[in-house]
């Protein structure tokens, strides 16, 4: 875990212009339709050799509704809490703005570093207008132009020098989890009760999206990143196909994951288009657990569980090796076991298993249940290793690689689940010529 630089800052000051100047890529969603919204967004940086992650606070650009004069505020006390250093924006267009003046009687009780920013200075002249900006009672301003970079070096020469040190602990990797779905599943349910605090910026006004994102959560014990696809406004106006936006959302969560936590109505089934979500994440080589949600809903008999499991796994054949956790969002049953099933999945597919041990325990398999014989030619495994693979994958040197059939390779997968626990991960066999 890198350090975390937020930006914070009214509307239209020039945050997410900098942002996705310091993170080299667009990563907020523009909606055309409705106009432009977005929730905070968490991006990878680096300066002078030193990484860590910016958060874009929301910025509404639709209207100037008191509605969203609270979100922000408490946008900006989240980011306090979550940030290492702060940069506060501000407009020399616009002046000293009242929302400024709260933003910064927040920051002034801050115990962190906190630097203000003064944005569109474009010319010399507005440098001189940015002396209005003392009166923020913040001490010292940096002058830029988020939009051209100018000025915007000195500024990250002293935000990247406040940084603290990372440690080795925080540069662990995260567990990233994407909880996908059907719209209606009970994602956002879940995901309210798994952070179990309002996070997010929902009110009722038609048209709001909002597109994944990163967040990191340590809950229950466990730290990983959220990939965040339940956004989807139902109140909107837009005349979206709902469900090819959700599908739209969940290749792209599904993309930034590590596992992908399946949700599905138990009263509609693991139907069509959960299928090919679930195969979506296969393809993808994710690790993935099925909850089936709503489980409160269906009656009960001593029988169902274990059938309704049974029909899930015929359909995902032959990849049944797959978490399966009924749940109930509503009576927060069974969440906890989850994100622990999600986290073990994760520790499977990052697995390596030594090559001495593979070969000590697959070797004496393989001579028990050789490949079958093909056109009279025999072939013979002689040794087999774990790629350097992000996720698991085998290699078999043998003498006649093409004359080793997909059911053995299935054999072969299957001894390997067997003997070293991958379940929830798509693993992959290759033969090799050796
Ligand atoms: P946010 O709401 O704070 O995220 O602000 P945006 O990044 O969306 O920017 C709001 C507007 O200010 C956009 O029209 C930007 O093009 C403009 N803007 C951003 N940076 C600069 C700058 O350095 N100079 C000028 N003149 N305009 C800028
Ligand atoms: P999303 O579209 O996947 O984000 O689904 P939501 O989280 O908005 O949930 C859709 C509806 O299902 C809401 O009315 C929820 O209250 C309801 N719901 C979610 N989880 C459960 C559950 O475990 N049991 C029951 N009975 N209803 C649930």
């Keep these: 875990m890198s350090s975390i630089v937020a930006i914070v800052g009214r509307p239209n000051v020039g945050k997410s212009t900098f942002f996705n100047r310091l993170i080299q890529r667009r990563e907020a ?5 409705s106009g432009v919204t977005r929730d905070r967004h968490y991006g990878k940086s680096d300066w002078n050799g030193k990484e860590f992650s910016v958060i874009d606070t929301g910025g ?3 209207g100037s509704d008191d509605v969203f004069e609270a979100e922000i505020d408490k946008q900006v006390k989240l980011a306090i809490d979550e940030a290492d250093v702060i940069i506060f924006m501000v407009d020399v267009e616009f002046g000293v703005n009242p929302m400024d003046e709260e933003v910064a009687k927040l920051l002034r009780k801050v115990d962190k570093p906190v630097f203000l920013a ?5 010319s010399s002249m507005r440098e001189e207008d940015a002396i209005e900006f003392y009166s923020l009672g913040l001490g010292e301003y940096y002058t830029i132009a988020g939009i051209s970079g100018s000025g915007t070096g000195d500024l990250l020469d002293a935000v990247v020098e406040a940084l603290p040190e990372t440690t ?8 990233r989890f994407a909880v996908v779905g059907r719209p209606n599943a009970g994602k956002s349910s879940f995901i309210n009760a798994l952070i179990g ?4 910026i929902v009110t009722d ?3 709001t999206t909002r597109d994944s994102i990163d967040t990191r959560y340590n809950r229950f014990g466990f730290d990983f990143n959220l990939i965040d696809t339940a956004g989807i406004r139902r109140k909107t106006k837009v005349k979206e196909d709902v469900e090819f936006y959700s599908v739209m959302r969940s290749v792209r969560a599904i993309e930034h994951s590590d596992v992908c936590l399946l949700i599905f109505d138990a009263q509609r089934g693991f139907d069509g288009q959960v299928q090919n979500i679930f195969w979506l994440a296969q393809r993808n080589k994710k690790g993935i657990v099925i909850l089936v949600n709503k489980w409160d809903l269906l009656d009960k008999e001593t029988k169902t569980l274990k059938e309704y499991e049974a029909r899930i796994r015929r359909e995902i054949e032959p990849f049944t090796d797959v978490p399966i956790v009924f749940i109930s969002v ?3 049953q069974r969440i906890f076991k989850a994100i622990e099933t999600a986290v073990e999945v994760y520790k499977n597919r990052s697995k390596k298993i030594k090559t001495r041990k593979l070969n000590d325990i697959m070797l004496p398999i393989i001579e028990h249940n050789p490949p079958p014989a093909t056109k009279g030619k025999y072939v013979k495994i002689k040794f ?3 790629l350097p693979t992000p996720t698991p994958q085998f290699a078999f040197f043998c003498n006649l690689p093409q004359y080793v059939k997909d059911p053995y390779k299935r054999f072969l997968e299957n001894k390997l689940r067997k003997e070293f626990d991958f379940t929830g991960v798509p693993i992959s066999v290759y033969m090799r010529k050796k």
């Design 168 to 175: 080795e602990r925080e540069e662990e990797e995260l567990p």
């Design 60 to 62: 509404y650009v639709v």
């Design 197 to 200: 605090e309002e996070r997010y």
């Design 29 to 33: 969603i523009v909606d055309s339709v």
């Design 330 to 332: 509503l009576n927060k």
């Design 118 to 122: 003064v944005n569109k200075v474009d």
């Design 205 to 207: 006004i038609a048209g």
């Design 384 to 386: 087999c290793t774990q």
